[in-house]
T-cell receptor, first 110, second 113 residues
Framework: SQQGEEDPQALSIQEGENATMNCSYK?????LQWYRQNSGRGLVHLIL?????REKHSGRLRVTLDTSKKSSSLLITASRAADTASYFC??????????FGAGTRLFVKA | DGGITQSPKYLFRKEGQNVTLSCEQN?????MYWYRQDPGQGLRLIYY???????QKGDIAEGYSVSREKKESFPLTVTSAQKNPTAFYLC????????????FGQGTRLTVV
């Protein structure tokens, strides 16, 4: 079964609103990453948060990590139409094993 | 420009044929990976390579083969043994397997005709 599971599966918001996506995982991790994928394209790495970090910012992105609840959230503030994409979380545990969730499809309406 | 290049972008395969997907990187990365993505799904790991002349099976290696003769190149062959090969294939690389933040290619969409 997949390690990371994003919630919601799909999200539709108006431009300017904030978008929040959640990711839950099952086992211990060393780090968690968020990626963006535009339709039919490769993935673009957005941000990495290590297991000993609780929050990280990058521009309009804010990621939180709660290892006690085995969950992470990605917040995109002041969303733009160009943010329309699928967003994936990926978890990495001991050794090499990066596991991707099924993604959240975000649609930002202009 | 440094990056990772996949070719072709679209590929059509007849039943019973083997096809090879190309992946080249000029980032000087040691680790390379192949993932498969089905519609509305996440990525599943097919094979990965930590270093030249070494590669390991991922979660869904059956029906696929790879080689890593050069650091820059990690081609994936989809063999006739893969019964459901229609999918989007993504190649990625990273400095090494313990460093995250992989760089992805733009993908190859394979369709069986």
């Amino acid at each position: 079964s997949q390690q990371g599971e994003e919630d919601p599966q799909a999200l539709s918001i108006q431009e300017g609103e904030n978008a929040t996506m959640n990711c839950s995982y099952k086992t211990s991790i060393n780090n968690l990453q968020w990626y963006r994928q535009n339709s039919g394209r490769g993935l673009v790495h957005l941000i990495l948060i290590r297991s000993n970090e609780r929050e990280k910012h990058s521009g309009r992105l804010r990621v939180t990590l709660d290892t006690s609840k085995k969950s992470s959230s990605l917040l995109i503030t002041a969303s733009r139409a160009a943010d329309t994409a699928s967003y994936f979380c990926a978890t990495a545990g001991g050794g090499f094993k990066t596991i991707f969730g099924a993604g959240t499809r975000l649609f930002v309406k202009a | 420009d440094g990056g990772i290049t996949q070719s072709p972008k679209y590929l059509f395969r007849k039943e019973g044929q083997n096809v090879t997907l190309s992946c080249e990187q000029n980032l000087n990365h040691d680790a390379m990976y192949w993932y498969r993505q089905d519609p509305g799904q996440g990525l599943r790991l097919i094979y990965y390579s930590q270093i030249v002349n070494d590669f390991q099976k991922g979660d869904i290696a059956e029906g696929y083969s790879v080689s890593r003769e050069k650091k820059e190149s990690f081609p994936l062959t989809v063999t006739s043994a893969q019964k459901n090969p229609t999918a989007f294939y993504l190649c990625a690389s990273s400095i090494d397997v313990s460093s995250m933040g992989a760089f992805f290619g733009q993908g190859t969409r394979l369709t069986v005709v």
